[in-house]
């Protein structure tokens, strides 16, 4: 009987110890200490490479424990020549490991490291293309009828040449997406899965904590675990030209996701932008890792503050908080010495042709694709017109910094890019420092290089730009991120181009930037739109590579169920008709106590009185009865909502000189005088009574209609601008709501402030310091988040309204204890954020 395993005994505790130092974890040293001949050739592994504190990873560890397992029967000289092919990084995969083993089997030290790297797929690279390609390929040969056979195909293509090294999930990728062509969808017959409980997102760069107003959508999780998302590579998994450098990126990251949502800083975000903002910073936060708002300002023409300060806002805003605050032009020094080593690698050069010749070269007018003569001069030249280039000796124009790519290639993108050129603009941040600036082809992929980005998720009008994003990283032999592409997100019936965008307020066709008619992040703000709402709408739609383009009244359908569930109810009278309740006293009042929200407790209550003057809306009182009219009438009888009893019409009067009516006589059925009629319908109403300050008078009520007339204004004839509706905003004046409006506003502003407070706090404290802030960059502040838009109601049967920016309400904006209500010099404006039933939204 073998002696029992100890591992407090000191012998074999040493052992473990010793195990420990190539990074394997407690109980993994303990597992390789446990049968004695396996110990013994790792022990000897270790002190014959010197392996002890080697800074191993846990991974590597692995590997060489299990080369002394399997490897136990190959001279210690080759089982050391493995060693040190895992320490070097060469070997990665037990399969790697596994045909070492093999290969030495049959081959002595002096070992030619070329056929090894050969056997063992050493810095094996294969695109994902490749990978499609060769799975296309081997589809055709293998004789594959159904799903069924995927496990089949798998197999036989892993043991097939040139895929034995791509990575497995890579393959399986590929496989399904060609049986998915060949057959359609899996098992497509059989029910749904039963969808699975919502994850909480996992990260804490996402605003998840007790935050009403923010809270990324539950459904979001499943989002990135599915589709599009759900296939990306893991951190790592990423093919690199040189197998150091993922050891390298792996150091830093250690292994966590790390995005980027790059936007340049030259206008104000928009719908679009939402879907990139909830796939970058969602995406990251999903798997525990980190995302950069970096600000790509490489272009410097175009940079204004306003809009730096405004991207911050927004994607705060919309509940996310950048683990960072990076700009390209942080590494302005880092790319120019990049450029330089490209050139020295002879895959640069300065060319001095002009726009119109570089274009022809480019076979861009019919002609064939030539070589100029620069792409020849030798580097010591372009070495020293770059530099030229840089000091200024140069206009812009004169001479730009090309990539020496393949001209040969299909793709555009191959065609010696231009990577640097003269710009006579003074940057924001680098002041005249720089006389030359990179392109985005240049600094997008090296950027998100030396961040370190994982997943460099874009557009999919970037989809060529990969192949180039790939060369330049290989060509400057840098870390190379994967760049994955999804379908844009556009609206139907309005316009996202900034250009565009800008005609539109230059010319006055509406207010501003943020006027709530636009698609623009900060109008949707303005408009009151809640940013859950946006999150969920986004989330529902997917992510997947197609376009979406989605018609508007879909966007407004999620800011309604979103708005359902969170909005407080107040009484509201948009057009008033005034009332008088004949049975009771001129000084009546009832203090009348009702839910803000039928279904949500949490909401509280508002406190309202009920006195012998009300105002009910005009609509809610007719003249010509008919069978199916319930409300106020000659004849009639209607509820009050929260009211104790229903009021029957009585009289009513009218202005002699227009016919309209100005009153309404009727009589509260309260009993005493007969049998009560029961109503067929409520409505709302509002009271009048001067102590309490009721009702609030609204001074404009901004109701807004589509911008545009068609769903697609770019078709319109002779141009976009022809598409512009004559009339899409109405502004109502004297609009009433109940008293508990204060109340509400209060408090929303109050939690708001609450809310953004403790955010704030968080954000900062977990905020990556090390980099040395200037005072230009815009700041993590608690004001972002606090907007008069946060006060957002139902007003009862008429539609969702949110307090506009251009209110003032100095109760409301004082400090927390000041009790609410109008003060001189008020001026209440409410914007209709969308209307209750969604046809209702189209009578312009
Ligand atoms: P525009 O073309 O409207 O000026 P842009 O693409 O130049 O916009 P950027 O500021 O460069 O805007 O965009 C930042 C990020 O947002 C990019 O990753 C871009 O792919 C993404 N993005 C821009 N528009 C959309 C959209 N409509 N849908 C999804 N993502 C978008
Ligand atoms: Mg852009």
Redesign the pocket.
Known sequence: MPPKFDPTDPETSALISLFQTIGLSGPKATDAARNPKNAASLKELIEQNDLKESGLTEKDGALIAGLAVSGAKLGLAERSYAARAIVDGRLKTTDQVTAAIKYLQSHEVPIQDEEFDAECGVGFTITSEEIDALVKQYAESANVSGWPDLSRFLGGLRTSGNLKWANPLEVKTAAEARFLELFGPKDTSKPAKPTKAPKEPKASTVNNEATTSTPIPEAATSVFDEGFLGKLHKPGENPQIDPKLREQHLKVTGGKVFTR????P??Y?????S??IFV?FGYAAHHGGHCYLRY?DTNPEKEEKRYFDSILETVRWLGYEPWKITYSSDYFQQLYDLAVELIRRDKGYVCSCTADEIQRNRGDKGGARIACVHRTRPVEESLREFEKMRDGHYRPGDCILRMKQDLEDGNPQMWDLPAYRILDAPHHRTGTKWKIYPLYDFAHCLVDSMENITHS???V??IQSRTSYEWLCDAVGVYKPRQRE?G???LQSTI???RKLAQLVDEGHVMDWDDPRLYTLVALRRRGVPPAAINSFVSGLGVSTAITNIQSARFDQSVREDLEKSASRLLMVLQPLKVTIENLPEDFVQTLEKPLHPKNAALGTSTIPFTRHLYIDRDDFRLEDSKDYFRLAPGKTVGLFSAPHPISYVAHKTDPATGEVTEVIVKLEDGTSGPVKKPKAFIQWVAVHAPSGSPVIVDETRIFYPLFKSDNPLAAKPDWKADISPHSMDIVKGAMVEIGFWKLAKQAFNQARLESQARTEKALREEDTSRGKDDDTPKVTSEQLVGKECVRFQGLRVAYFALDKDAKVASVDEAEDVVPGRRDGDFLVLNRIVTLKEDASKNG
């Open positions: 949502f790059p936007p340049e030259n206008g975000l928009h719908i679009g932008h879907k990139a970058d790509d998720l874009c557009t009008e970037f999804f844009r997100l556009s996202m181009s900034k």
